[in-house]
């Protein structure tokens, strides 16, 4: 399995996150990937286009024959599997872009994308020869989206950032004291922008960052991580991993290899 990411610089960082690559050759051992929302919206092409999305405790599953999609207001856990092999290129957003890319997005499940420009896009991805190449093209679109960031989007990533820079352990009242603003205003033009709810991006940062820092001391037991991350009772911190992750923190953590191929 080959897994490639890529992080822009200043000023495409203000538009999106990274930049990944992974494939899958046929005959592989692995016939599934473990993914993880983490309230980033993806642009993700698809060379195969066939495969399928197993998603919520029921594992209802979805099939995939999209070229470009992305996927939207299903309940984790998700899966991706396929039958042979896998090749995907994707363009993580940042949180604050999620409205400017995707808010026409209408229903539930995996989406299709496509378009004029993400056609073009998909094809000259899967032609180049090395990844060099391929994230030198996402970033040449990226260019044509230039950003002029609204006085919200501004707020909104401001917010962002904060959450992002306390680790998630924050409170939304803390975020309305920092900003000045009520709480029903910022639940208001987060949503606008990030197309999730201020709480439950909170909540996803202090989880994504709790796994990493268990990823990183392995030692340390699920009841001080959780104390460590503000949760001094089992059955809060259980609520929120099961939230974010879809599975139990000690099955998680039991599989966490598979599950961590990118988020470490």
Not at 7 to 31: D, R, S, T
Not at 121 to 131: C, E
Not at 135 to 163: G, K, N, W
Request: proline share 6%; aromatic share 14%; glycine share 6%.
């Amino acid at each position: 399995m080959v897994i490639q990411n890529y992080h822009p610089e200043e000023p495409l960082n203000a538009l999106f996150k990274e930049c990944y690559f992974i494939q899958m050759e046929k005959g592989a051992e692995v016939k599934s990937i473990p993914v993880i929302d983490d309230c980033c919206y993806d642009l993700v092409f698809f060379k195969e286009a066939n495969g399928a999305l197993s998603y919520s405790p029921k594992q209802t599953v979805l099939p995939i024959h999209k070229k470009v999609f992305t996927i939207h207001g299903l309940q984790p856990p998700y899966r991706i599997e396929v039958a042979d092999g896998l090749t995907f290129f994707t363009i993580k957003v940042q949180p604050w872009a999620n409205g400017y890319f995707f808010s026409d997005i209408r229903g539930n499940g995996v989406i299709d994308i496509a378009n004029e420009g993400l056609g073009n896009l998909w094809q000259a991805l899967f032609s180049a020869t090395t990844l060099a190449e391929r994230f030198r093209l996402a970033e040449e679109f990226m260019q044509l989206h230039p950003l002029d960031a609204s006085p919200s989007m501004s707020l909104v990533r401001e917010i962002c950032e904060y959450v992002y820079g306390n680790q998630g352990k924050v409170t939304v009242n803390e975020v309305s004291e920092r900003f000045g603003r009520s709480r029903q205003y910022l639940g208001k033009v987060f949503k606008k922008e990030v197309l999730y709810p201020l709480k439950k991006f909170i909540i996803t940062v202090r989880i994504l960052d709790l796994v990493k820092y268990k990823a990183q001391h392995p030692d340390i037991s699920l009841t001080e991580l959780g104390y460590l991350y503000g949760y001094f009772d089992q059955p809060h911190f259980i609520n929120d991993f099961k939230k974010v992750c879809g599975v139990q923190p000690m099955y998680f953590f039991n599989n966490l290899p598979e599950f961590m191929l990118r988020h470490v």
